[in-house]
């Protein structure tokens, strides 16, 4: 049989680690001069996927 495809989409948004699915955070790509700089640099750090959301992500990564 074939491999499997990944999603390419998911594949740019999602890193699959030991400690879960890592993600970015949504807010920092326009409109910042309102956001304080406290809010814009939590918003820079990754945050995990819900682990309800994971096992759709790993159908979605299958090799990852």
Same mark, same amino acid.
């Given at each position: 049989?074939? #491999?499997?495809? +990944?999603?390419? =989409?998911?594949?740019?948004?999602?890193?699959?680690?030991? =400690?879960?699915? #890592? /993600?970015?955070? +949504?807010?920092? /790509? &326009?409109?910042?001069?309102?956001?304080?700089?406290?809010?814009?640099?939590?918003? =820079? +750090?990754?945050?995990?996927? &819900?682990?309800?959301?994971? *096992?759709?992500? &790993?159908?979605?990564? *299958?090799?990852?």
């Amino acid at each position: 049989m074939p #491999k499997i495809k +990944s999603n390419r =989409g998911a594949a740019k948004r999602f890193k699959i680690t030991a =400690g879960g699915v #890592k /993600r970015k955070q +949504s807010h920092m /790509r &326009h409109i910042l001069t309102k956001k304080s700089s406290k809010r814009k640099r939590q918003l =820079g +750090s990754p945050a995990f996927v &819900h682990k309800r959301d994971v *096992p759709s992500i &790993h159908i979605m990564l *299958p090799y990852a």
